[in-house]
Nanobody, 111 residues
């Protein structure tokens, strides 16, 4: 399974961005993780193939994950961005018990 993420960039605090990720094969659950310099990679949001979403406390109410199952694509709509959201965002998918990772996309939020 290959995952291709896109949509990162530079945005001012309070702004919005939308990330997209396409999986080359069928995956059960998909998620976004992020990693800031010097920090570990943390879960941001996940969504099952049934559409059940889960969010990190730090992004609840600001970020929305959605999924187009027919296209094996997920989106992360990010509103009210903060400088603390600055990180490399990674798309991930699980298939047959194996987690696959895409290359990250950088999100930079300026104050």
């Amino acid at each position: 399974v290959q995952l291709q993420a896109s949509g990162g960039g530079l945005v001012q605090a309070g702004g919005s961005l939308r990330l997209s990720c396409v999986a080359s094969g069928t995956v059960v659950s998909m998620a976004w993780f992020r990693q800031a310099p010097g920090n570990q990679r943390d879960l941001v949001a996940s969504i099952t193939d049934g559409g059940i979403a889960n969010y990190a406390d730090s992004v609840k109410g600001r970020f929305t994950i959605s999924r187009d199952g027919a296209k094996n694509t997920i989106f992360l709509h990010m509103d009210s961005l903060k400088p603390d959201d600055t990180a490399v965002y990674y798309c991930s998918g699980v298939r047959l018990g194996t987690r696959y990772w895409g290359r990250g996309t950088l999100v930079t939020v300026s104050s």
